[in-house]
């Protein structure tokens, strides 16, 4: 089983940067398609950003393009989310997520394909 603990969030003004990261162990890091969603009080869990295996495909919801960047380390065992240019509406807590199998562009972007997570990281984005 693969576990993952995420780490970097935090309160920001609007406007800044952060970068979170999420370290994976157990299981061989590089087979699983990693993803981050966020959660906001009272709201459904959403797709942020995902990357495959080897970092050939990588896409984001709408909301975040041109200022979420996801990437990956595999011999660290890491991906990780920059974010800049941080909206209000950025709040919300952040999940990694980890998928079994690949991604393509219609695949990987549901809670539901995602079958292990983080614990969560706050970020709070003040206007």
């Known amino acids: 089983q693969v576990q993952l603990v995420e780490s970097g969030g935090g309160l920001v003004q609007a406007g800044g940067s952060l970068r979170l990261s999420c370290t994976a162990s157990?299981?061989?890091?590089?087979?699983?398609?990693m993803g981050w969603f966020r959660q906001a009080p009272g709201k459904e869990r959403e797709f942020v950003a995902a990357?495959?295996?080897?970092?050939?495909?990588?896409r984001y919801v709408d909301s975040v393009k041109g200022r979420f960047t996801i990437s990956r380390d595999n011999a660290k065992n890491t991906v990780y989310l920059q974010m800049s240019s941080l909206k209000p509406e950025d709040t919300a807590l952040y999940y990694c997520?980890?998928?079994?199998?690949?991604?393509?562009?219609?695949?990987?972007?549901?809670?539901?394909?995602?079958?292990?997570w983080g614990q969560g990281t706050q970020v709070t984005v003040s206007s």
């Open positions: 157990g299981r061989t890091f590089s087979s699983y398609t």
């Open positions: 997520a980890a998928r079994e199998g690949t991604m393509s562009s219609q695949r990987s972007f549901q809670p539901y394909e995602y079958g292990y």
């Open positions: 990357i495959s295996r080897r970092a050939r495909l990588i």
